[in-house]
């Protein structure tokens, strides 16, 4: 059975970091598309960061040079280093998991992903 279990999120000040961790049962991670999305209220959710079975790694041109996507394969678990934090992050952050191996493109879209965390909430205050 698939599962995975965000963790980390939290209130912050503008300019602050926050780790999220993404662990996962039923998946070997070094062999699917993972993704961190995010929502906010009233809003779509969006990909924040994707990183693919071959090891490469895209981001939302929002958080380009602030956040960085990673993967421990010993552990199975999914991080999402976050720095330079901007009230314009706070959402409920969400990882989620392709199920099919190997696929070599991991889009944007929210509907390719298969299976999903409950989400954790980043706050960042001004």
């Known amino acids: 059975q698939v599962q995975l279990v965000e963790s980390g999120g939290g209130s912050v000040q503008a300019g602050g970091s926050l780790r999220l961790s993404c662990a996962a049962s039923g998946y070997t991670y070094s062999r699917h598309c993972m993704g961190w999305f995010r929502q906010s209220p009233g809003k779509e959710r969006e990909a924040v960061a994707r990183?693919?079975?071959?090891?490469?790694?895209s981001y939302a041109d929002s958080v380009k040079g602030r956040f960085t996507i990673s993967q421990d394969n010993a552990n199975n678990t999914l991080y999402l280093q976050m720095n330079s934090l901007k009230p314009e992050d706070t959402a409920l952050y969400y990882c989620?998991?392709?199920?099919?191996?190997?696929?070599?493109?991991?889009?944007?879209?929210?509907?390719?992903?298969?299976?999903w965390g409950q989400g954790t909430q980043v706050t960042v205050s001004s």
């Open positions: 989620a998991a392709v199920q099919k191996p190997w696929v070599a493109v991991c889009g944007e879209d929210p509907t390719q992903y298969n299976d």
């Open positions: 990183i693919y079975p071959f090891g490469g790694t």
